[in-house]
Each structure stands twice: as C-alpha cells, then as structure tokens.
C-alpha cells in the first residue's frame, strides 16, 4: 500500500515518527507520501524524508497559505530540485470554502505552481474546495498536455470528475469514502477509471471508519483501500496493487 498524501510534519504524528512508521510497515505500507503546504513546514520535510527510506515529500503552499507565502515558478522549481526525495509539487489549489486566505493571492500562487510542474514534469497535487469551476478553467488554460495532475482527497461532482478526465488526471480517495453520508461521492468513484485511482489518508485528518474520532495516521490507509475495493467491486489485493502502480507511474514514471 502507498499513502499517496499525508502530513508527518503535524503532531501527533511527529512526535511519534518512529512508531507511525512502525504501524505503517506491519500493514503494508511501503512508500508515504509527506506534503508540504508552507516555506516553514518545507524545512521540516527535508529532515522527515531522512528518517526513512520508504518517506517522501513535496513543495508547495497550500491555497489556505497563499497570503502569507508568496513563492513564484523560480522558488517552487529551486525547492522542488533541491533534494531527488522531492517528487511532487503542491499541495496547491483553491479553496473557496474557507477563504483563509483571499482568492487573488490564491490564484496567483495556483498558476506559479503550475507553471513550474509543466517546467520540472512533475506532480501537481491539486486540492480544490467550492472552487470547481475555477480551478478547472485555470487547469484547461494550461498547456495541460504537458502536466501531470493529481486531485487530493477528491471530494468533488461526478460533472467536475468527468471534466478532468481530459486532462492527465489522477484522483486520490481519502477517508472519506468511508464515512456514512459519503454515497454521491462513492457513487463517482465508481465512475473513475481503476488506473486513475489512488487511495491517501490525508493523516492527521480525516480517520475513517471504523477510526472515526481518532488522529488518523498512515496506517489507517487499509480502511480506505478495503472501502474503494467494495465501491470499485474488486478484491483488495488487486487494488493495492492497482494503486501502487498508479502512484509508481505518476511519480517516477515507473511503467
């Protein structure tokens, strides 16, 4: 298994780094994916993805960060070449939901880490939150041809799943999957094509059932994948499989 997006720079998963890791490897685990959403948590990162082989990490401003971390293409590009355990950009994207930060400086920090995604062909790990449209007209007036997208903790419409299907688009499925009013989105699951499909935890948030009201953690991930099997209608074994090699092409063009 592969957990596609997480935050070990958060607690209570930093602190306990050594027994998340643990956990993560008697499930199955065998890579983990650490995200970046500030200047701050990036130095953090560098020394996370040291402790372990399996551990690798991103560069990007999450949209909620956007105000108060101005990066341009040159940064994210500097960042993302600094070390090979970087393999991604983001996280990136829009949220119209909160608003945390105004959606200006979140749009201006969503097309710079395109920009430097169709530069470096890597990754773009995109989250998008009440801003379906938004982000789709941005992704189409790119040179999409020429960027890899991949749609974290995907909670959108079929319609938004379907337009992004023209793109190189992948779409992760969190935990969210498993919660109990969560059937329009099992529902659109069903309509994505397998080998587009990626399972995350997004830890520490968002536990599934049956960890509902606990700090999820990577480990957790085995509850989301046995929840997609039943949804995609496939034995597990075969998903994992099926995940693991999406998240192996995507990230290291392992074919």
């Not at 397998?194 to 948030?205: Q, V, Y």
């Not at 059932?209 to 606990?214: D, Q």
Request: proline fraction near 3%; hydrophobic fraction near 35%; include cysteine.
């Amino acid at each position: 298994m592969i957990d596609s997006h997480c935050h070990l720079d958060q607690e209570p998963l930093f602190n306990n780094l050594n027994e998340i890791l643990l956990r993560s490897k008697k499930v199955g685990i065998d890579k983990i994916l650490t995200i970046c959403t500030t200047i701050n948590t990036y130095n953090k990162i560098l020394n996370i993805i040291k402790k372990d082989p399996i551990i690798f990490g991103t560069f990007g401003i999450h949209p909620h960060e956007s105000k108060d971390n101005k990066v341009d293409k040159y940064d994210i590009i500097n960042k993302v070449q600094i070390n090979d355990k970087i393999i991604g950009i983001g996280e990136t994207g829009l949220d119209f939901y909160y608003n945390n930060s105004d959606k200006e400086s979140q749009i201006v920090s969503f097309k710079n880490h395109i920009d430097a995604a169709i530069e470096l062909n890597a990754p773009l790990i995109v989250h998008s939150r009440n801003a379906e449209k938004e982000t789709y007209n941005i992704l189409k007036n790119k040179n999409t041809k020429n960027l890899k997208i991949l749609m974290h903790c995907f909670t959108g419409s079929l319609k938004f799943a379907e337009s992004l299907m023209s793109f190189n688009t992948y779409f992760s499925a969190s935990g969210i999957i498993t919660f109990k009013n969560s059937f329009e989105l099992q529902n659109t699951f069903k309509k994505i094509h397998l080998n587009k499909l990626l399972i995350e935890t997004d830890s520490p948030f968002l536990a599934p059932v049956p960890m509902r009201g606990k700090k999820n953690e990577p480990s957790f991930i085995k509850y989301t994948l046995q929840k997609l099997a039943e949804i995609k209608n496939i034995e597990i074994i075969d998903l994992d499989k099926i995940t693991s090699n999406n998240f192996n092409k995507l990230f290291f063009n392992d074919y």
